[in-house]
């Protein structure tokens, strides 16, 4: 059972540079997450998924666009990096409703952009 | 706006109990999370209180008082593979879960 898996596990960007990280997950869950977390800090919503078909703007979407795909998997986009997307990020999913139940996440994407 | 506080560090020594505070303000309250994150690696769930009062899993307890927008994560027995950083989030009304900064256990023998 793997669980929540991301890829890549790290990834060094151009500014300008544009990438997309995928997510999966095999708990049969309908909500999905995208965060990053920064130094010292803790973790920021994204966009976040409730269910299949549906996707939703977080705390911090600005820059990035999400997709989900099928009821496993769940992307986030950068168009245009820029060294402020220099963060750990980390996909997560729950039963529905959203935010309400216990969150498992995937290992994270160290991104880093010059 | 909406915030979490919690203190950014704590050590403790091993064997003994430590308490970690956490502070709300946030628009609407659905509940108050703690999750562990060992340094390189995700987050885990550890406890939730959705009511006040207090959940016991093994070594770990947490506390939620709503009237004071106020819960804690209380630590027994600790062991060094309990170092590790603490977050507190909370749901709000949004269906969004917004964390605390997190708060660095530092255990020493």
């Known amino acids: 059972n793997a669980g929540v898996t991301q890829t890549p596990k790290f990834q060094v960007l151009k500014t300008g540079q544009s990438m997309t990280l995928q997510c999966a997950q095999d708990m049969n869950h309908n909500s999905m997450y995208w965060y990053r977390q920064d130094p010292g800090m803790g973790l920021r919503l994204i966009y976040y998924?409730?269910?299949?078909?549906?996707?939703d703007k977080g705390e911090v979407p600005n820059g990035y666009n999400v997709s989900r795909l099928n009821k496993r998997e769940f992307s986030l986009r950068l168009e245009s990096a820029a060294p402020s997307q220099t963060s750990v990020y980390f996909c997560?999913?729950?039963?529905?409703?959203?935010?309400?139940?216990?969150?498992?996440f995937g290992p994270g994407t160290r991104l880093t952009v010059t | 706006g909406q915030s979490l506080e919690q203190p950014s560090e704590v050590t403790a020594v091993e064997g003994a109990i430590v308490q970690i505070n956490c502070t709300y303000q946030t628009s609407g309250f659905y509940g108050l999370s703690w999750y562990q994150q060992h340094d390189g690696g995700a987050p885990t769930f550890l406890s939730y209180?959705?009511l006040d009062g207090l959940e016991e899993t093994g070594r770990f307890s947490s506390f939620l008082s709503r009237s004071d927008s106020y819960g804690y994560l209380l630590l027994q027995e600790l062991q060094m593979k309990d170092s590790a950083s603490y977050f507190c989030?909370?749901?709000?009304?949004?269906?969004?879960?917004?964390w605390g900064a997190g708060t660095k256990l530092i255990i020493k023998p």
């Open positions: 209180n959705g």
């Open positions: 989030a909370v749901r709000d009304s949004n269906y969004q879960l917004i």
């Open positions: 997560a999913s729950s039963a529905s409703p959203p935010g309400l139940h216990e969150q498992y």
């Open positions: 998924s409730a269910s299949e078909g549906t996707t």
